[in-house]
């Protein structure tokens, strides 16, 4: 590890619990004045006042204009400042990867997508230092120092998944030796933090998206696979080994009453399995389109069993954690969304609830976005906010 990156994971380490909380407050609540921040932080005013200078000397936050409103002095909100932080996302997909520049706010500064028959280790490498070269050329020379890092959302175990990844199986054997996050640190020179892109797509939706104000909320995304995540308390919840809210693993009866995964029912890619069957090699073609037209048939009878399993996953959440909102969402077209979203509803509406309270279903708002925003916001989290 060069001496540079390890200043700036020294640098996330030392940061008090105190300028963590309070740049956490204004993330969170926005332009906010000193004497609120000493109030909500229950501090006194003048060691909040000693705090927020000090991060407003190290360009983490901004003052806005004097607001006059009573008796006084005019006081003066304080902000985060957008160029305080900067911080590169990537996810992996099985047919498209997406990195994405944003800053202290989260918003989108750069983008380039890669795309390909199947996701290799060495291609998403070079996407990710093609993308730092590129994004580079947005930021001055200081900001491109308060980088904080990168942030990797992926499907873990990716060898596991070679039917619905049409790979060669040597070519996917690569990912199972393949030390991610020590290489994208090293390719790139930042620090870097590896996670499911479920549970990745999850914290994006909570931070930028429909679930932001949702402190205890399961999340259904429906994509090539299907993918999930769980927040607590606020906070996203991992699991022992990262990968919580696995729902495409959870096991259910085919049609032949074998038990199989429900990935085998709610996942783009068995709809693209379908398309491909009437119509060979036209399946991924009619699914990039803004929508989804020419296979009414199917794509109903897709809903509809996603619908099915999606809700049964859903009263599985409620079981199991007691959450009291699913929130939904995919890699379709807002009218699917829309459609699917209304007909899981009315499904848990009429099943049998006894024991537990039905949840309210709520469609996300991010779509393909929600893990690159998730995975891009985790070094900010790790170096400058709370977890």
Same mark, same amino acid.
Not at 317 to 341: H, K, N, Q, Y
């Given at each position: ?6 200043? @700036? ?16 407050? &204004? ?16 501090? $006194? ?7 927020? +200078? ?25 902000? /985060? ?12 997909? @099985? ?14 500064? #750069? ?12 291609? *998403? &490498? ?12 947005? /930021?001055?020379?200081?900001? +491109? ?11 873990? !175990? ?6 619905? &990844? ?10 199972? !030796? ?6 994208? $640190? ?15 797509? *999850? ?34 919840? &991992? ?30 890619? $068995? ?6 069957? +009437?119509?060979?090699?036209? #399946? ?5 389109? !803004?929508?989804?037209?020419?296979? !009414? ?56 609830? +006894? ?33």
């Amino acid at each position: 590890m060069d001496d540079m990156l390890q200043d @700036r994971l020294a640098a996330a380490q030392e940061r008090s619990a105190n300028e963590r909380a309070i740049l956490n407050l &204004l993330r969170q609540e926005g332009p906010t004045p000193a004497a609120e921040i000493a109030r909500r932080m229950d501090l $006194s005013v003048q060691s909040a006042s000693v705090i927020t +200078r000090k991060l407003e000397a190290e360009g983490l936050v901004q003052r806005g204009a004097p607001v006059r409103g009573g008796i006084g002095k005019p006081s003066r909100p304080i902000s /985060l400042n957008p160029n305080g932080a900067f911080s590169i996302g990537l996810r992996i997909g @099985r047919r498209r990867s997406d990195l994405i520049l944003i800053d202290f706010e989260g918003r989108v500064l #750069g983008q380039r997508t890669a795309t390909y028959a199947y996701p290799t280790p060495s291609l *998403c &490498l070079d996407l990710a230092r093609a993308g730092l070269e590129a994004f580079g050329k947005i /930021l001055t020379p200081e900001q +491109r120092e308060r980088i904080a890092g990168i942030g990797i959302g992926m499907p873990f !175990d990716l060898w596991n998944w070679l039917d619905l &990844l049409d790979a060669p199986q040597a070519e996917m054997q690569a990912w199972r !030796d393949f030390p991610a996050q020590e290489a994208f $640190s090293e390719a790139l020179g930042l620090p870097a933090f590896v996670g499911n892109d479920g549970s990745l797509a *999850c914290h994006g939706e909570h931070l930028f998206g429909a679930a932001r104000d949702l402190p205890d909320f399961g999340y259904i995304y429906v994509g090539a696979f299907l993918g999930g995540g769980i927040v607590i308390d606020g906070r996203l919840y &991992l699991g022992t080994r990262g990968n919580a809210g696995a729902l495409a693993s959870l096991p259910v009866p085919g049609a032949d009453g074998a038990m199989t995964q429900m990935v085998e029912f709610a996942s783009i890619h $068995s709809l693209e399995r379908r398309l491909d069957a +009437r119509s060979p090699g036209d #399946g991924a073609s009619l699914l990039k389109q !803004d929508a989804w037209l020419g296979f !009414d048939d199917l794509k109903a009878t897709w809903i509809e069993e996603t619908a099915r399993q999606i809700a049964a996953a859903s009263m599985t959440l409620v079981a199991v954690l007691d959450v009291p909102v699913i929130v939904i969402d995919g890699s379709f077209p807002s009218e699917v969304r829309e459609t699917l979203v209304s007909r899981v509803d009315a499904l848990v509406a009429v099943w049998d609830a +006894r024991g537990i309270h039905r949840p309210q279903i709520v469609a996300g708002t991010l779509g393909t976005k929600a893990c690159a925003l998730g995975a891009g916001y985790r070094p900010i989290v790790a170096r400058y906010l709370v977890e």
